[in-house]
Nanobody, 125 residues
Framework: QLVESGGGSVQAGGSLRLSCAVS????????LGWFRQAPGKEREWIAN??????????RYAVSVRGRFLISQDKDNGTLYLQMDRLQVEDTAMYYC???????????????????WGQGTQVTVS
């Protein structure tokens, strides 16, 4: 089960930190991803991480690289997405997702992920 939180409204240039509560089983060695979906658009992959090799196995989409940063707290079973220098174009519903497999390389499609959270809304104005 995945539960996101931390969304809200912010002005352009501001920051938000999203959280995703994850089962400890998944955190032991799993691939976790963040997606977002803006109104009228397809769900877009923005980042993923293999929890067992966090420092070396993290990827970001070009649209967010350098502005967004994944971190994790394994003790509390929480994945974070720090979002800085937010832009109006970042407005979307943000989702946390987990694969059945632990491999993250090439996992950029919705269908690569099996478990999904309910989403948290981010609005940038």
């Amino acid at each position: 089960q995945l539960v996101e939180s931390g969304g809200g409204s912010v002005q352009a240039g501001g920051s938000l930190r999203l959280s995703c509560a994850v089962s400890r089983y998944t955190f032991a060695d799993g691939c976790l991803g963040w997606f977002r979906q803006a109104p009228g658009k397809e769900r877009e992959w923005i980042a993923n991480v293999r929890t067992l090799d966090f420092d070396r196995d993290t990827r970001y989409a070009v649209s967010v690289r350098g502005r967004f940063l994944i971190s994790q707290d394994k003790d509390n079973g929480t994945l974070y997405l720090q979002m800085d220098r937010l832009q109006v174009e970042d407005t979307a519903m943000y989702y946390c997702a987990a694969r059945k497999e632990s491999i993250c390389g090439g996992a950029y499609r919705q269908t690569d992920y099996y478990f999904w959270g309910q989403g948290t809304q981010v609005t940038v104005s």
